[in-house]
């Protein structure tokens, strides 16, 4: 079974706080995404990376950033915690495209993230 | 743009059918299609793909127009199992390969 690991399920920082976000997979899948979901918003997409150093802006990249050192771990990156940025996050892994149609995504069970 | 889902919510009676359905404005290469346990990461249902592929596991069935950019899912004979949250994703393909937008959900419950 595909499993896809983030570091903690309920966390809590400060505002101005840097927050570290990890999320681990082991299928050795290509694709890893950084999702938040909010009521009644569904999931928006904040980062994608589609290989080990590579990174592309999704939907809502604004005071996030992400590193990919290795090819199971991809880390969202929180500079400066806001209040605004209290949510659940949820990482994803999907394999690489290719040939016809893209494949599935398996996520992690999500970390709550409360700023105060 | 997210894709606009339809209903927010719906209830019913176990053996009952519901459809879903999930609009884009924007031409679309395929749409998966996800549900969410109260608690629990989403699991995947399906994907349909532009041409009429489609790949799925699940006893739940879907349709997908090019055309009219939509997709409908469709709950048949329902069980208490499907209770959930149902979201689907939208695929543009060209310069956006593998990144989904989600729409904002559909709450279903399946009572007794």
């Known amino acids: 079974d595909v499993k896809v690991t983030q570091s903690s399920r309920y966390l809590v920082k400060r505002t101005g706080e840097k927050v570290f976000l990890e999320c681990v997979q082991d299928?050795?899948?290509?694709?890893m995404f950084w999702y938040r979901q909010d009521p009644g918003l569904g999931l928006r997409l904040i980062y994608f990376?589609?290989?080990?150093?590579?990174?592309e802006k999704g939907d809502i990249p604004e005071g996030y950033s992400v590193s990919r050192e290795k090819k199971e771990r991809f880390s969202l990156i929180l500079e400066s915690a806001s209040t605004n940025q209290t949510s659940m996050y949820l990482c994803?892994?999907?394999?690489?495209?290719?040939?016809?149609?893209?494949?599935?995504?398996?996520f992690g069970p999500g970390t709550r993230l409360t700023v105060t | 743009q997210q894709p606009v889902q339809s209903p927010q919510a719906v209830i019913l009676r176990e053996g009952e059918d519901a459809v879903i359905n999930c609009s884009s404005s924007?031409?679309?290469?395929?749409v998966h299609w996800y549900r969410q346990k109260h608690g629990e990461a989403p699991v995947f249902l399906m994907i349909?793909?532009?041409?009429?592929e489609q790949k799925g596991h699940e006893k739940i069935s879907a349709s997908f127009n090019e055309k009219k950019q939509q997709s409908s899912l469709y709950l048949t004979a329902s069980q208490l199992s499907y209770s959930g949250t149902y979201f689907c994703?939208?695929?543009?393909?060209?310069?956006?390969?593998?990144?989904?937008?989600f729409g904002a959900g559909t709450q279903v419950v399946v009572t007794p």
């Open positions: 994803a892994s999907s394999p690489i495209l290719g040939g016809r149609g893209s494949y599935e995504q398996y």
């Open positions: 299928m050795d899948h290509e694709n």
């Open positions: 990376s589609y290989d080990v150093k590579m990174k």
């Open positions: 924007k031409a679309l290469y395929s």
């Open positions: 349909l793909l532009k041409g009429g």
């Open positions: 994703g939208t695929e543009r393909g060209a310069d956006s390969w593998g990144k989904l937008q």
